[in-house]
């Protein structure tokens, strides 16, 4: 399978790209804790991601059949940044963070089937398996080693190392402890925000 260039770059495209989904659906999980101080409010982010599934998967299989592989693949990863160097300009609202978690989620639903459906035409039918195997196992894996990973470097230091956003926290708000959620609310707003968003070359 490896010996293939063309699998070799979908494989490396694949697991590259769930490395940047899994420390953003982590770290956007985490940025809405900070702001709202609610576990309800990361249920918002989880709801963000699980609506574009359920609105677009039943048009993705049918683009996929009627556009080229790699341009709905380009597409998606294009797609995917609009929302995310928007962020920045919404001054990092809650509401913003939602849009951002709900656009990426609709860039993997198109992207998904279109990856999947171009392993078919880079290998043998006899390697079709194992050639799957490789490319969902780096992908679990990628899910069990940097999940965590994600979670403590948010905790260390910060929304920004993560590429989601970075905020200068004020002093503690005259009656209120630090770190409350009045406090990180008015740091993210006052703060500044950066969004850096990385894209692996599609084939």
Same mark, same amino acid.
């Given at each position: 399978?490896?010996? @293939?260039?063309?699998?070799?770059?979908?494989?490396?495209?694949?697991?590259?790209?769930?490395?940047?989904?899994?420390?953003?659906?982590?770290?956007? !999980?985490? =940025?809405?804790?900070?702001?709202?101080?609610?576990?309800?409010?990361?249920?918002? *982010?989880?709801?963000? +991601?699980?609506?574009? *599934?359920?609105?677009?998967? $039943?048009?993705?299989?049918?683009?996929?059949?009627?556009?080229?592989?790699?341009?709905?693949?380009?597409?998606?990863?294009?797609?995917? !940044?609009?929302?995310?160097?928007?962020?920045? =300009?919404? +001054?990092?609202? *809650?509401?913003?963070?939602?849009?951002?978690?709900?656009?990426?989620a609709a860039g993997n639903v198109l992207f998904? #089937?279109?990856?999947? @459906?171009?392993? #078919?035409?880079? *290998?043998?039918?006899?390697?079709?398996? #194992?050639?799957?195997?490789?490319?969902?196992?780096?992908?679990?894996? @990628? &899910?069990? !080693?940097?999940?965590?990973?994600a979670g403590l470097t948010f905790v260390a230091?910060?929304?920004?190392?993560?590429?989601?956003? +970075?905020?200068?926290? $004020?002093?503690?708000?005259?009656? &209120? $402890?630090?770190?409350?959620?009045? &406090?990180?609310?008015? !740091?993210?707003?006052?703060?500044?925000?950066?969004? +850096?968003?990385?894209?692996? &070359?599609r084939s």
């Amino acid at each position: 399978m490896f010996a @293939s260039p063309a699998y070799r770059r979908l494989w490396a495209a694949r697991t590259v790209s769930q490395w940047g989904d899994v420390f953003a659906t982590v770290t956007l !999980a985490l =940025l809405v804790l900070r702001l709202t101080g609610s576990a309800l409010g990361v249920t918002g *982010v989880v709801l963000a +991601e699980i609506v574009p *599934v359920l609105l677009l998967a $039943p048009l993705a299989g049918t683009l996929v059949d009627r556009r080229p592989r790699v341009r709905v693949m380009v597409g998606a990863d294009l797609f995917r !940044a609009a929302p995310a160097a928007d962020l920045p =300009l919404l +001054e990092g609202h *809650v509401s913003a963070v939602y849009a951002v978690a709900f656009g990426l989620a609709a860039g993997n639903v198109l992207f998904n #089937p279109a990856a999947g @459906s171009a392993l #078919p035409t880079l *290998v043998d039918d006899a390697q079709l398996v #194992p050639a799957n195997s490789g490319i969902w196992t780096a992908a679990v894996l @990628s &899910q069990i !080693a940097l999940a965590p990973l994600a979670g403590l470097t948010f905790v260390a230091f910060g929304p920004g190392c993560c590429g989601v956003g +970075e905020h200068r926290r $004020p002093p503690a708000l005259p009656g &209120q $402890p630090p770190g409350t959620p009045d &406090q990180l609310l008015a !740091a993210h707003r006052g703060g500044t925000v950066f969004f +850096e968003v990385q894209s692996a &070359q599609r084939s």
